[in-house]
């Protein structure tokens, strides 16, 4: 669990020891250290009560409306690789890793957080891949079967994509800590 | 409002990289439901039921296909069709398959079928030339919408085999001795052309006795069109030193480009 440090206060200034130095000449602007612009990140309860509220669509989603069109499709005779569990199972997991990615979100975990949701995203289609057809039979020795992973291979690309902002985000965090920050919650 | 930080050059490249996936996604969707909306628009445009039918050697070939209307705008590819028929023993009789077919819009195409039926095979294979028969049919068809999503049909029924020498019947029949020794033998030959072609040519059918030995042979020539039957009364001669009773008619039939053995027939 990442431990927030603690906010800046919108005046903060640089920290200085000016107060126990010996007072001095006042230094001109060129040898000044540049100020850092502050931010104010959103308290962890705010967050997190923001979070729950986030999961609510997220689990629609990603589980709920999609195990409710693989229900009503069985009962209209089709039927499909994906089963019910794997939606479940897929569905929760991918929605708490993007609630966790909210949360996290004015940290430097945000990082590696936005890494492991994308790669489960990525995980989850692929596997999705050699189960996604759906069938549905006519009667009479008659079937038809519609295959559409090629869809969710494209698809992919999106999360694929993510885990790169991901793996940006990280290098500019270990990087330059805090900068990212103050772009995304200064002011 | 406090100082803004200008975006350092990562942050910009994640954001950036996180513009081109909206847009991807976007993409992605839209062409996934232009697709579905062109395959949509694509109509079975008919069924040739009408085989154009060829022989040759011990193989008799329809010629059919099914017509496709790609009313949408985007083209269909690997439509394709395939059809397996089995005798009722379950060995496998004849493949029917297709060319794999691209069919751009706008465009009424005609995807051919080849089916072949190999009645040399075997003695039950021969047997469907004189005997009608239930046939075991699996068939599959393939299309593929804007290269994304694969429609597979699957049917299984049973093909009704018309034989083209249904109830055939070659029988010799009440003999009678003539003046130089030999005997003549009435030999009454039957059938229905129940099959898919028109049959010209020739039936040689010979007479053999118990022993093996040749008795007697003759020559008919067949003008039988498809629906109608043929029956006609021969005489052969027979030679006094060969007793047909318990002997066998062996029947080819040569024409159509076919030149086939019919299952030979018992004399009682």
């Known amino acids: 669990m990442t431990t927030d440090p603690p906010p800046i206060p919108p ?11 010996p007072p001095v000449a006042p230094a001109t602007a060129a040898s000044a250290p540049a100020a850092e612009p502050p931010f104010r990140r959103p308290s962890l309860t705010r967050r997190a009560i923001v979070g729950v509220a986030l999961l609510i669509p997220a689990v629609l989603f990603w589980w709920i409306v999609p195990a409710r069109l693989l229900g009503d499709a069985t009962d209209l005779g089709l039927s499909s690789g994906v089963s019910g569990y794997w939606l479940a199972v897929g569905g929760i997991v991918l929605s708490i890793l993007g609630v966790v990615c909210y949360v996290v979100r004015p940290t430097r975990a945000y990082g590696p957080a936005s890494i492991a949701a994308s790669a489960a995203s990525v995980v989850y289609l692929w596997l999705l891949v050699p189960l996604s057809h759906v069938t ?7 079937s038809a079967s519609l295959e559409y992973g090629t869809i969710l291979e494209l698809l992919a690309i999106v999360p694929a994509i993510g885990l790169a902002v991901g793996v940006v ?3 500019e965090d270990l990087r330059h800590p805090d900068e990212r920050l103050r772009v995304e919650f200064g002011g | 409002m406090g100082p803004m930080a200008r975006a350092p050059p990562l942050y910009r490249l994640s954001r950036m990289l996180r513009r081109i996936g909206t847009i991807v996604l976007v993409a992605i969707l839209l062409y996934v439901g232009a697709a579905a909306y062109s395959a949509s628009q694509v109509r079975l445009a008919g069924l040739d039921g009408n085989g154009q039918v060829t022989t040759a050697g011990e193989n008799v070939t329809v010629v059919g296909g099914i017509s496709l209307q790609n009313g949408g705008f985007l083209g269909i590819s690997g439509v394709e069709l395939a059809s397996y028929i089995w005798l009722p023993s379950g060995t496998l009789l004849g493949v029917a398959h297709s060319p794999t077919v691209t069919i751009p819009p706008g465009v009424n195409a005609t995807v051919p079928v080849t089916l072949v039926f190999d009645l040399g095979l075997n003695a039950e294979a021969a047997s469907l030339l004189t005997h009608n028969a239930e046939l075991p049919v699996e068939s599959f068809a393939n299309v593929s919408f804007a290269g994304i999503a694969t429609l597979g049909i699957h049917n299984s029924m049973n093909y009704s085999w018309g034989a083209p020498f249904q109830s055939l019947n070659v029988t010799p029949q009440v003999p009678t001795a003539q003046s130089n020794g030999t005997v003549a033998f009435p030999v009454r030959v039957s059938y229905q052309n129940a099959g898919l072609f028109d049959e010209v040519g020739t ?28 029956d006609t009364t021969t005489t052969v001669y027979v030679p006094p030193s060969c ?5 066998t008619v062996d029947i080819d039939y040569t024409g159509n480009g076919l030149a086939i053995a019919l299952p030979p027939e018992p004399i009682p």
Request: net charge negative.
């Open chain 1, 169 to 171: 985000i990280l290098v």
């Open chain 2, 243 to 247: 007793s047909i009773s318990g002997g």
């Open chain 2, 203 to 230: 039936i040689t059918y010979t007479v053999h006795a118990a022993s093996g030995m040749v008795c007697a042979t003759a020559q008919l020539p067949i003008d039988t069109p498809k629906g109608t039957g043929y």
């Open chain 1, 136 to 142: 549905i039979g006519f009667g009479s020795g008659t």
């Open chain 1, 11 to 21: 005046d903060a200034a640089p920290a200085a020891d000016g107060a126990t130095s």
